[in-house]
């Protein structure tokens, strides 16, 4: 059983920088791919990012692309989420994820393991 646990979520202005981390524990965390979603207050879940097991592939949503980064350091089980441009509709709860499969996923479904979130608040 992996255990995920999100951090580094705040309130920041637009136009600012944070950046997310997400430990991981209890399983292999160098052979899953990770990803990062997020839940805006009345929305949906949606895809943010991800990376394979590797880190060496990466993948973002349109609306991130070219603003977010996403990053892995396998030696300290951990999966990061440079966010920088922040603008008001990037408030959300982030969630990172776990998937056995190796390949970087895009769809909720294909992960197996979830953490509890972090808050990000960016005001106008």
């Known amino acids: 059983q992996v255990q995920l646990v999100e951090s580094g979520g705040g309130l920041v202005q637009a136009g600012g920088s944070l950046r997310l981390s997400c430990a991981a524990s209890?399983?292999?965390?160098?052979?899953?791919?990770m990803g990062w979603f997020r839940r805006a207050p009345g929305k949906a879940r949606e895809f943010v990012a991800a990376?394979?097991?590797?880190?060496?592939?990466?993948y973002y949503a349109d609306s991130v692309k070219g603003r977010f980064t996403i990053s892995r350091d396998n030696a300290k089980n951990t999966v990061y989420l440079q966010m920088n441009s922040l603008k008001p509709e990037d408030t959300a709860v982030y969630y990172c994820?776990?998937?056995?499969?190796?390949?970087?996923?895009?769809?909720?479904?294909?992960?197996?393991?979830w953490g509890q979130g972090t808050q990000v608040t960016v005001s106008s």
């Open positions: 994820a776990a998937s056995r499969s190796r390949a970087s996923q895009s769809r909720g479904v294909d992960y197996d393991y």
């Open positions: 209890g399983g292999a965390f160098s052979s899953y791919a």
């Open positions: 990376i394979n097991w590797s880190g060496t592939s990466t």
